[in-house]
């Protein structure tokens, strides 16, 4: 029964990772994986005239797993040079690398995401192994089940991303330390250190391993249990010396032993770059801005860890500062304290909410029993309640993955219900067969869509997208689909209205037949509207009834270069401005003196003391700064008319299909706004000037 549920689950997972695109992070993760291996080797001649520094990414772990099939490759992939980088302005280096013509994308990413499969395996795998010592062999069903079937689980362990190994890392580590607090030995002293170095270059959050640490050697010297000492060549003994003395000294070494582990990850190697990127780090304002800013600077000052690993640590403490984020509806800067209670509560399925609710009854009912398996339980106990505090307390609210390593505290937890009588054994058996059954239905009726999974009190998949968006939701993923309902499209007999796109990601969609154009009959066969990562010219164009295809985190106007969140006053008062500009524009383009007479006038203005050619080469970089601001806006306000109505259908669940008509885009776009938000801030912005916001306050 192992077999076939740990094989049933690598399927659905292998099946995901085959018939999606690359998520947003799975680009710049495997080109950073793939340049650390090869860098590391120091022997790839396709990386001259490279010089890449790891400014998104530190060089993980899980990244140069993920990349490691990369190096079985018949050909090597080709990495993009600086020059090819150059040419490229706004395309991140990891989207040039996973979608170059000379590269096999499909396979690169396929082979990627099946060694984080392979991690999510091992990490069910000890799931079962825990639950099934502390209860009992069907207990460990009843986890792995749970785990097999979960939806959030599948969804992530499809990916090549770091959720999945840390969370595997964080169980390994916290399992081995608590081993090591009650049998000191070098084993055990080397495997814990292993498991926590691992962890630490999986990814920065792995340090909260630091505080929970400390938790379970205080807690272990308080309840004073037997403590056995290995040496090596002699049989364990009841250790002579103290806990209070040995378990400590224990620690030190396996904290030791993860430090060479990350130092033996980054090749010994401290700087990231070459002596000027090192420099330009260095001297930036805005180290000061993070929480971790004093531990940077020391590790810094001392080369206590390698520099691209304090780099990602500044990242990630400035990221929790400020962040868009949506929920329910609502926006903010700096998220909410419950933002991921209420992830957990509408992303989990109910049958395993159900399970759950009912091991906490037994639990309590039987807690005298169950003193000594509940003890070896306190590892993922006070791992859960130091990770779950850490993110209730921060403002990275974007995703629920996040959310991760605690699940496997409630998967050995539900498992308890397989071992106590709840009724009759067939009683007992019958209920958590059902509810494991439904679980089965729930996970087959997603598939393969499992990110966008709601359970029924969020209104299903379907209604998701009003709780949550971002990775909870649409990654990017709907490529293929998109390219399937494209030529399904195209099959149909008679004429096609204009296809309009906003796509949530940064795949290629040239790769997926999406060649985009900026009007219709132009060689193009989608025309793209404001994305997040938006190459386009800034020129003007009409939006015409047509088909449009908007991805659902784009309507919701998260992430916007202009604007966030409801249309409001502010948003329609700039509107209705840059309207006057487009019309002036258009007036002038009638002749090439007319659009030249405008520029220079614009630019004269900004610089009265520029020359005309300079006037028009400043006024031409004013218009076009207008023309983008007109589509930013134009875009939100047609998302906002949106909102307020249902798609005529889905790609999947993530990319909503409207036929927009001539009379409907009137309405979107000059009649009353059809959402205005009077006195709405956006929360997190309160304190905030214009000048420290990236979109119109």
Request: aromatic letters at 12%.
């Amino acid at each position: 029964m192992v077999s076939v549920l740990l094989a049933t689950f690598a399927a659905a997972c292998l099946y995901v990772a085959d018939h999606t695109s690359p998520t947003f992070d799975e680009p710049d993760q495997l080109a950073t994986g793939y340049h650390a291996l090869i860098w590391l080797g120091r022997s790839d001649p396709g990386l001259a005239g490279t010089n890449m520094v790891y400014t998104n990414q530190d060089l993980r772990f899980t990244q140069m797993w993920e990349a490691l099939p990369l190096l079985a490759f018949k050909s090597r992939p080709h990495f993009p040079t600086i020059a090819e980088q150059q040419q490229a302005p706004g395309i991140n280096f990891g989207r040039l690398f996973i979608f170059d013509p000379r590269n096999d994308t499909e396979a690169m990413v396929f082979w990627s995401r099946a060694m984080v499969v392979l991690l999510a395996v091992v990490l069910g795998l000890v799931l079962f192994l825990w639950s099934r010592r502390l209860w009992g062999a069907g207990a460990g069903l009843v986890t792995l089940a749970c785990y097999c079937l979960n939806p959030l689980v599948i969804a992530h362990s499809a990916v090549a991303t770091t959720d999945i190994p840390t969370t595997l890392f964080y169980t390994l580590a916290v399992a081995a330390l608590w081993r090591l607090f009650h049998q000191v030995s070098a084993g055990n002293v080397l495997l814990t250190g292993l498991a926590a170095g691992v962890l630490g270059a999986c990814k920065i959050s792995g340090l909260l391993v630091v505080p929970v640490a400390g938790i379970l050697l205080v807690w272990r010297l308080v309840v004073n249990r037997p403590l056995v000492l290995k040496l090596p060549g002699r049989p364990a003994a009841p250790a002579q010396a103290p806990a209070w003395l040995l378990l400590p000294g224990a620690l030190v070494s396996a904290v030791l032993v993860a430090y060479l582990v990350v130092w033996t990850l980054y090749g010994f190697r401290y700087p990231m770059g070459d002596v000027a990127q090192t420099a330009s780090w260095v001297t930036n304002p805005k180290l000061q801005l993070g929480f971790a800013s004093p531990i940077i600077q020391i590790g810094r000052d001392w080369r206590l860890l390698p520099e691209a690993y304090l780099y990602d640590l500044h990242l990630f403490s400035m990221s929790g500062s400020l962040r868009q984020a949506f929920l329910m509806g609502e926006y903010s800067l700096n998220g909410w304290w419950y933002f991921f209670p209420v992830a957990f509560l509408v992303k989990t399925p109910l049958p395993f909410l159900l399970l759950l609710a009912a091991a906490v009854v037994v639990a309590w009912r039987g807690r005298a029993v169950l003193a000594d398996q509940f003890y070896r339980l306190t590892p993922l106990l006070v791992l859960s309640a130091v990770y779950g505090g850490a993110a209730l307390a921060g403002n990275l609210n974007i995703g629920a993955r996040h959310l991760l390593p605690l699940h496997p505290l409630l998967f050995v937890f539900a498992g308890l219900l397989a071992s106590l009588p709840l009724a009759s054994p067939r009683i007992r058996a019958a209920w958590i067969g059902a509810l494991l059954l439904w679980s089965a239905v729930e996970a087959a009726a997603v598939h393969p869509s499992y990110l966008a999974y709601f359970n029924e009190l969020a209104g299903g998949p379907s209604e998701g997208h009003r709780y949550l968006v971002d990775s909870s939701y649409e990654w990017g993923q709907e490529l293929p689909a998109v390219q399937r309902w494209l030529a399904a499209r195209t099959a149909q007999p008679g004429p096609k209205p204009p296809l309009y796109l906003a796509y949530f990601g940064c795949a290629d969609l040239t790769h997926y037949g999406l060649k985009p154009s900026l009007s219709p009959g132009d060689g193009g066969n989608v025309i793209q509207l404001p994305s997040f990562y938006d190459t386009r010219p800034g020129q003007p164009y009409e939006l015409q009834p047509g088909t449009y295809l908007i991805s659902v985190t784009l309507q919701k106007s998260l992430y916007a270069a202009m604007t966030m969140g409801p249309w409001r006053p502010t948003y329609e008062q700039a509107y209705q401005s840059v309207l006057k500009d487009m019309a002036k524009l258009k007036e002038a383009m009638a002749s090439r003196s007319s659009l030249d007479f405008l520029c220079e006038q614009e630019g004269r203005a900004a610089a009265p003391s520029a020359t005309p050619d300079q006037a028009r080469q400043f006024g031409a970089q004013i218009w076009a700064r207008k023309i983008r601001l007109h589509d930013e806006l134009r875009f939100s306000r047609l998302c906002a008319y949106l909102r307020g109505r249902e798609p005529e259908e889905r790609i999947g669940y993530g990319i909503m299909v409207y036929q927009l008509s001539a009379t409907e885009l009137d309405k979107a776009l000059n009649g009353p706004p059809a959402e205005l938000r009077e006195n709405y801030v956006i929360k997190g912005t309160e304190n905030s000037t214009q000048d420290q916001l990236g979109f119109i306050k």
